[in-house]
């Protein structure tokens, strides 16, 4: 699972980067959001908070904190254009469903498994999921109202 979320993940940037027609959707006027404002945080709080002060673990504990925030540019861009295709609308909806599965993953994994605990990753998945929650909101009533997708401004 983890080489198809690769893949799938690599060839998304690339056809946001390279494929002539879905290039020119791109929205340089409204993607305005300062990426530094959440790598480098989420960078800090790796060097301090982590498993063991190590370069692999400091890493993956970067990573973590790094995925529980990188939605924060697509919700941004899609709340300021307030124009949600159809297609994108189910892309961040599935991205936010595959966590909510992991944090079942995780409850069954406590339950079944001695020692399964991992705090770090617990706690960026519950705040991922958190991020995700506004917009499952207006995407279930847009759903269920068999309307177009708008987020409020």
């Given at each position: ?23 020119r ?20 709080l ?105 987020l409020?401004?």
């Open positions: 699972m983890k080489l198809v979320f690769l893949a799938s993940s690599f060839s998304i940037v690339w056809y946001m980067r390279k494929h002539k027609i879905v290039r959707t791109y929205d340089r006027e409204h993607d305005t959001f300062r990426h530094h404002f959440i790598v480098l945080p989420c960078l800090v790796a060097l301090l908070i982590n498993e063991r002060f190590t370069f692999r673990e400091v890493m993956w504990a970067f990573s973590i904190y790094l995925e529980a925030v990188a939605i924060l540019p697509q919700l941004v861009l899609l709340q300021r254009t307030r124009n949600i295709d159809n297609l994108t609308g189910q892309y961040v909806f599935f991205l936010g469903a595959y966590r909510v599965l992991y944090i079942l993953n995780w409850i069954y994994r406590y339950f079944t498994e001695p020692h399964f605990v991992h705090w770090i990753s617990w706690i960026a998945g519950i705040v991922q999921t958190m991020l995700y929650a506004d917009f499952f909101y207006y995407y279930i009533i847009s759903w269920k109202n068999n309307v177009k997708l708008e409020p401004a």
